[in-house]
């Protein structure tokens, strides 16, 4: 088999060029499913940190609603006397 190796080529794609191509064609796919899962992970803790942060908002801001609303019903309270 004195036959250039391009001659082999020709036809047939050289194994070791296939593997190589296919172990690429695996990285790449790993590489982005590990993107994916990344930043899957990083938009639910995005979401759960917005999640928190509105429940302690809502939370402050319905204590002051209520402590107003308690202030003005013993005004109310103490002026009807």
């Known amino acids: 088999s004195s036959m ?3 001659a082999q080529m020709d036809g047939v794609r050289h194994p070791t ?3 190589a ?3 690429r064609s ?3 796919f790993w590489v982005l499913i590990t993107i994916q899962e990344l930043s899957m992970m990083l ?3 995005v979401a759960l ?3 928190d942060s509105l429940l302690l908002f809502t939370v ?3 204590k002051t609603s209520s402590w107003e609303c308690i202030a003005k ?3 109310e309270v103490e002026t009807s006397d």
């Open 43 to 45: 938009r639910r803790f």
């Open 4 to 6: 250039p190796i391009h």
């Open 21 to 23: 191509s296919r172990s």
């Open 26 to 28: 695996y990285t790449t």
């Open 73 to 75: 019903m013993r005004e």
């Open 49 to 51: 940190k917005a999640v």
């Open 60 to 62: 402050e801001r319905n």
């Open 17 to 19: 060029e296939a593997i």
